[in-house]
């Protein structure tokens, strides 16, 4: 006999096996329960192990490419700087080292554009392998190493570039700026190139304030702008003003990034539109109608114009702060002497360490001493041809009647004195540079006649007096904290209150000058001033055939920009870019070069 134990449940009789089934029911669904919770803990840790997978795979690889980044650095710095890239290197970031190597995959060649811009390209490999916890990542790239000589530049700056004449000025030739480039004129700046860069951007004002006036002229681009057969056409970048009823802040130019639909039918295309900047850049300085080829003007940041590499102020200084280097300072000489390899706490600076003659003024002043290129003492050879004088330099002693020490190299007298320098690399600097009168410097006199191609450099200011390198022009430029050029005129008695009248001259020579950049309301002189000068040069032209180049700022002639007074007046700028450096055999010597890492490949 079946026994059952019978109960009411929502009117029905539940037999007892059934309700052991539910209870087996409700066991095995708490299992199932419990299961869930502990697959959903277990889920929880595999995610969160694959997030921290994924973030140190992630981390690992945006590494790597930090350490390739560090070596394209060490490439554009190294051969900026006249030296071969270091085999790799480690980069501590945080922790984690990030080791990198270069290795060259290619041989040197030379490139020439249809105008002979020339430039040396070298290919590297650079690669980076890191490891973060259990994982690794690498990253290579190819990289082409792009040397262009920096005397291949009508203009070239390191910083921003600003030009404000205030009359008439006609540029030639490449400009480039690794900052911002500000454009305007008192009446017309025409650039008549086809290369106008800014790594960052380029505006129509000035840049100590929203100042637009004159007229700014840009040739359209064409392969070759130095041949005269080929069309000459400008396009107008406008002021803020010559804008009309255009809304803009400065003009049209890099801020002028919403275009104007005149119209409003939805492009930029109908008579009275403006496109934004970036494209409207590419389409207004593009060829003119007709022209076969291609090519842009005017090209900025936006459209991936990036910086180059430059030698830094260092180059130029007598030693330079170099961890295990072979000088450190006598401090009862006040003057650096040899101590050994890797003893040491400075090295030469470049163009001393190279010169052919380097000239070194003693801490007393009252003495010089002149090196061949072997270390040698030629004092005495040279002769009269280098002398110890004072220069009048308003600008460096605020109007004061005190003058700049200097040393004077007569270039005629050198020129058969037996010791010209054989690699073309002359060098001069002052121990105990300072600022203002303590700046001192060299002055290159009776240099209208050059024996060969000459770069001569100084750690302090250069003033070049009279005609310079008019004769049988060669290869030749100037390279300081400063650059003066004085006139055939110039007999040096200039006090204060006093503008001694200029005549015409010439110099035919590339420059590297320091400057300082514009704060406030305080102008620069912009690349009208690059060059400075002491005269009233009202109405009188100066001649200038070379290459403009700022590197650095100004370390020790620092005086402010001033115009007027007893400082200068204007030239008639005659200024332009010397053609013969498109053939890199015309250069001077030992010319700097500009750095640039252009992407072949990459994985």
């Known amino acids: 006999m079946r026994y059952t134990l019978r109960r009411r449940l929502l009117g029905q ?82 922790a984690t080292n990030v080791d990198y190597t270069i290795t060259a995959v290619g041989e040197e060649q030379i490139l020439i554009d249809p105008s002979g811009f020339q430039t040396i ?19 290579h790239r190819i990289v082409q190493a792009e040397s262009t000589p920096l005397f291949q530049f009508a203009v070239f ?82 002021s803020r003003s010559q804008m009309g009823a255009v809304p803009n802040s400065s003009g049209y130019d890099s801020a002028f990034t919403e275009g104007y639909d005149h119209n409003g039918d939805g492009d930029f295309w109908d008579a009275g539109d403006w496109l934004p900047f970036g494209p409207g850049a590419l389409e207004y300085w593009s060829p003119p109608a007709g022209y076969t080829g291609t090519g842009h003007t005017v090209m900025t940041g936006e459209h991936g114009i990036m910086q180059a590499m430059t030698p830094g102020s260092g180059s130029i200084a007598m030693y330079e702060a170099m961890e295990s280097g072979s000088y450190s300072l006598n401090t009862g000489t006040g003057e650096f002497e040899y101590v050994g390899p890797g003893l040491g706490s400075h090295d030469r600076g470049y163009y001393h360490e190279n010169a052919g003659l380097s000239i070194i003024v003693a801490a007393d002043g009252t003495s010089f001493t002149v090196f061949d290129a072997s270390g040698n003492d030629v004092t005495s050879a ?31 007298l050198l020129n058969v004195s037996g010791q010209f320098p054989a690699n073309g690399l002359l060098y001069a600097a002052h121990y105990g540079m300072g600022t203002g009168v303590q700046a001192k410097g060299l002055i290159l006199q009776n240099g209208s006649e050059l024996s060969r191609p000459l770069t001569a450099v100084a750690e302090g200011a250069i003033y070049v007096k009279g005609d310079y390198n008019t004769v049988n022009k060669k ?97 008639v700028r005659n200024w332009t870019y010397d053609a013969a450096f498109n053939n890199i055999q015309n250069l001077p010597p030992f010319t700097p070069m500009a750095v640039s890492v252009v992407d072949v490949v990459s994985w």
Not at 19 to 47: E, K, Q
Not at 54 to 72: D, F, H, N, P, S
Not at 535 to 547: A, K, L, M, T, Y
């Open 382 to 412: 040279v002769g009269g041809a280098v002398t110890l004088v004072s220069v009048p330099d308003m600008r460096q002693s605020l109007s004061q009647p005190t003058r700049v020490s200097a040393v004077q190299v007569d270039v005629a």
């Open 121 to 139: 390209v070298r290919p590297f490999e650079v690669e980076s392998r890191v490891a973060v916890d259990a994982y690794r990542s690498s990253a």
């Open 157 to 238: 700056y390191t910083n921003d570039l600003e030009v404000f004449p205030g009359p008439n000025m006609r540029l030639g030739g490449r400009v480039h700026t690794n900052g911002n480039m500000y454009l305007g004129s008192g009446a017309t700046l025409t650039i008549d190139t086809n290369y106008v860069r800014a790594v960052g951007g380029i505006y129509r004002r000035r840049k100590n304030n929203t100042e637009s006036t004159g007229n700014v002229d840009i040739r359209k681009w064409v392969a070759n702008p130095f041949d005269p057969a080929q069309p000459s056409e400008f396009f107008r970048m406008n």
């Open 475 to 571: 290869g030749a430029a100037v390279i300081g904290d400063a650059v003066n050029l004085l006139s055939n005129a110039w007999t040096g008695n200039k006090g204060p209150g006093q503008l001694p009248a200029a005549t015409q001259t010439t110099f035919n020579c590339a420059m590297v000058t320091g400057n300082y950049a514009t704060v406030g309301s305080n102008y620069n002189g912009g690349l009208e001033n690059l060059p400075r000068f002491h005269e009233n040069w009202n109405g009188v032209p100066c001649n200038i055939r070379g290459s403009f180049v700022n590197m650095y700022e100004s370390e020790y002639a620092t005086g402010n920009w001033v115009y007027g007074g007893d400082r200068y007046t204007a030239p």
């Open 13 to 94: 009789q539940v037999p007892i096996e059934r309700r052991g089934v539910a209870l087996v029911y409700a066991v095995f669904g708490a299992f199932i329960a419990a299961s869930m919770v502990t697959v959903m803990f277990t889920m929880a840790g595999v995610s969160n192990k694959n997030s921290i997978v994924k973030r140190a795979r992630i981390q690992a690889r945006y590494l790597a490419e930090g350490g390739v980044e560090m070596g394209l650095r060490d490439v554009r710095q190294s051969i900026a700087n006249w030296n071969d890239p270091p085999a790799g290197g480690t980069v501590a970031v945080g």
